[in-house]
């Protein structure tokens, strides 16, 4: 009987943690859960903080204004996404797709943006303070008057990237490429700016580096 007592605990547990771990939800009619496809799904100014969104297809989806603080979206399919306006601070997106996404105005301090891929994007005045940026694919994103301040950008892609008038005090820039980048206007003060490629780089006060030897 008692055997019996401590396999039924143990089934009850079993059951108990099922539950807790089935993150699924709905959100404005829409199953939010890992892997879920949300392709052109309007989730405007949905409320998603927390949710586990890792792997799900966001092709287009408008997701502006949307909360998704703490969010898990590693691994994401968010190309041409609209998030203008986002709440993502402290959001997992790492090695997520983000290839023409509209972050125009987006919420990303401390965020965690590790490999992501993110050509094309556009960030005009996001905050990615404090953003964990290593690896990040940027090439050709608009980063205009974006807040960069204490973020790491070690070995990121920027080139051809728009950085006129962003913050990047304190940024880690170090093995990073900047080719052809525009840094015309923006904040350096106390960057780390060991880099790899920069050939083209216009530098905040207009001038050119010299070309790589």
Known sequence: MALKRIVLSLALLTLTACASNDSSRI???YRIAPDAN???ANLTGAKLSGSYLSWANLVGANLAGANL???DLSFANLRDANLSGANLTLANLRNAN???ANLTGAKLSRAYLSSANMPGSILIG???GGADMI???LNGANLTNANLNNS???SSNLSGANLRSAQ???TNLFNSNLTNADLTGAELRAAKLDLVLYDGLTMPDGSKLPSEP
């Open 98 to 100: 983000l290839t023409g």
């Open 126 to 128: 996001a905050n990615l």
């Open 69 to 71: 603080a703490r969010a």
């Open 38 to 40: 949300l392709a052109g």
């Open 135 to 137: 690896g990040a694919i």
């Open 168 to 170: 990047l005090i304190a």
């Open 152 to 154: 790491n950008l070690t």
């Open 27 to 29: 959100v404005n009619g």
